[in-house]
């Protein structure tokens, strides 16, 4: 089964520090990691995926799969950082096609 | 491409009405979703399709709920009869096959919130 495991359900971090939001799966096959954000009252969007290796609004994500996980980081917060962030996944080697979430991470970014 | 679009964006109804949620696909996708989001539970994958075929609506609620897919433009969520507890944000969103460039990523509407009184 595949599961997708956000640990903390609200994070709150001062404008300029840095923040982290945890992501960890449990899947046996050939994953690919996606993180989703949703801004207030807006329609989630995808922020990156891991095989982009590409760095989105300041943000990063490596896939550690020895520890399997893909924390989202960014170095310097900012407020307009302040969304509902989920961490998805979905099996490269499948055509079933769906993404599997997690239960989402409420950020704050206080000024 | 005007993306997924999805109609009514606010719904308030009765129990036990009917609710008919409804949602364009983005062209050329040929997967579409259906979830709910609530603060107790979060996202959750209702349904969804394949080339207009259901592939698992294990996540379908209560026979209550039901779905369809009648052309590759246009799908409907249909609550009967509705309840209070139904009352949550409904998102439709659709995706290229994985398999392709671009594929497995998932570009969502910008919902329906629905409630039920």
């Known amino acids: 089964a595949q599961r997708v495991t956000q640990p903390e359900k609200l994070l709150s971090v001062f404008k300029g520090a840095p923040v982290e939001l945890k992501c960890n799966y449990s899947?046996?096959?050939?994953?690919?990691l996606f993180w989703y954000v949703q801004y207030s009252r807006q329609r989630l969007q995808l922020l990156l995926r891991?095989?982009s290796r590409e760095s989105i609004k300041g943000f990063t994500a490596d896939l550690n799969k020895g520890e399997t996980s893909f924390h989202l980081k960014k170095p310097f917060a900012q407020e307009e950082d302040s969304a509902m962030y989920y961490c998805?996944?979905?099996?490269?080697?499948?055509?079933?096609?769906?993404?599997?979430f997690g239960r989402g991470t409420q950020l704050t970014v206080w000024p | 491409d005007a993306g997924v679009i999805q109609s009514p964006r606010h719904e308030v109804t009765e129990m036990g009405q009917e609710v008919t949620l409804r949602c364009k696909p983005i062209?050329?996708?040929?997967?579409l979703f259906w979830y709910r989001q609530t603060m107790m539970r979060g996202l959750e994958l209702l349904i969804y399709?394949?080339?207009?075929?259901?592939?698992?609506d294990s996540g379908m609620p209560e026979d209550r709920f039901s779905a369809k897919m009648p052309n590759a433009s246009f799908s409907t969520l249909k609550i009967q009869p509705s309840e209070p507890r139904d009352s949550a944000v409904y998102f439709c969103?659709?995706?290229?096959?994985?398999?392709?460039?671009?594929?497995?990523?998932?570009?969502f509407g910008p919902g329906t919130r629905l409630l039920v009184l």
């Open positions: 969103a659709s995706s290229l096959n994985q398999g392709l460039a671009g594929g497995g990523v998932q570009y």
């Open positions: 399709f394949n080339n207009n075929v259901p592939i698992d």
């Open positions: 998805a996944l979905s099996d490269r080697g499948s055509t079933l096609g769906r993404l599997y």
């Open positions: 899947y046996s096959g050939s994953p690919e």
């Open positions: 891991h095989i």
């Open positions: 062209s050329g996708h040929d997967y």
